[in-house]
């Protein structure tokens, strides 16, 4: 109901009075009786380098295995299309995390579980996703890895090019990180990968499959 209420109220601002919600026969609960799982937002954030994707993608896989219906929107894959005419100054950072909501909460309607792997840095953006979910249905995810490491892994030499001063924004550089408060599960990026799978996958089944 929660999810109706909000589309209800932040209706068509050009156009408020004539543009209203239609209700279909099948809804989410629908959908995820036919998956047979809950559907929801497993949201990663943390630092360029920090593990997001490697630790989503995996993530990801075993879940497929456990017949989970899955779907992963990458922040760098998503810059070559849905936001592709978005820059890195905060107001773009804020539109792409608005989008990137957007398109998930369809997809947790459409009964996925959707895994987000998105530096997200501004707290508000965060918590602005996770209010217009239904409750339980957004977990953050933080990946708390020291920029040291994230500049000693380096995989796509980003950090080296702000070394050079080739890019600007960067976040933890001269762009802000707002570190969760609270996240629903904190992982410590210094762990080796596999120890931060341990963890992760029972967590998130729980969740799943409650
Ligand atoms: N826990 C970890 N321990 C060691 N290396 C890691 C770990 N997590 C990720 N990596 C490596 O760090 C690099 C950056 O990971 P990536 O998932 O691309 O980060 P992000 O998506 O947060 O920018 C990759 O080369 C990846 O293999
Ligand atoms: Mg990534």
New binding site residues.
């Given amino acids: 109901m929660l999810f109706h209420y909000y589309m209800i109220k932040h209706i068509n601002k050009y156009n408020d009075k004539n543009v209203m919600w239609h209700f279909y026969r099948i809804n989410r609960e629908d959908r995820e009786r036919l998956h047979q799982h809950r559907s929801m937002i497993l949201w990663?954030t943390?630092?360029?380098?920090?593990?997001?994707?490697?630790?989503?993608?995996i993530l990801e896989e075993k879940l497929y295995c456990r017949g989970v219906s899955t779907y992963s929107l990458?922040?760098?894959n998503i810059r070559h299309g849905l936001c592709k005419d978005l820059s890195f100054n905060s107001n773009d950072r804020s539109e792409n995390i608005r989008r990137v909501g957007e398109v998930a909460r369809l997809m947790v309607d459409a009964g996925l579980v959707v895994l987000v792997?998105l530096?997200s840095p501004y707290r508000i953006d965060r918590q602005i996703i996770r209010d217009m979910c239904i409750k339980d249905s957004f977990l953050e995810i933080f990946?708390d890895?020291p920029m040291l490491i994230?500049k000693q892994?380096?995989?796509?030499g980003l950090y080296h090019q702000v070394d050079c001063k080739k890019i600007k924004n960067f976040t933890g550089i001269d762009s802000i990180y707002e570190r969760p408060k609270q996240p629903d599960i904190y992982l410590d990026?210094?762990?080796?990968?596999s120890?931060?799978m341990n963890q992760l996958l029972d967590l998130v089944l729980v969740k799943i499959f409650k």
């Fill in positions: 990663f943390g630092l360029s380098g920090s593990g997001k994707s490697t630790l989503a993608s990458d922040g760098d792997a530096i990946v890895t994230c892994r380096d995989p796509k990026g210094r762990k080796t990968i120890e931060l």
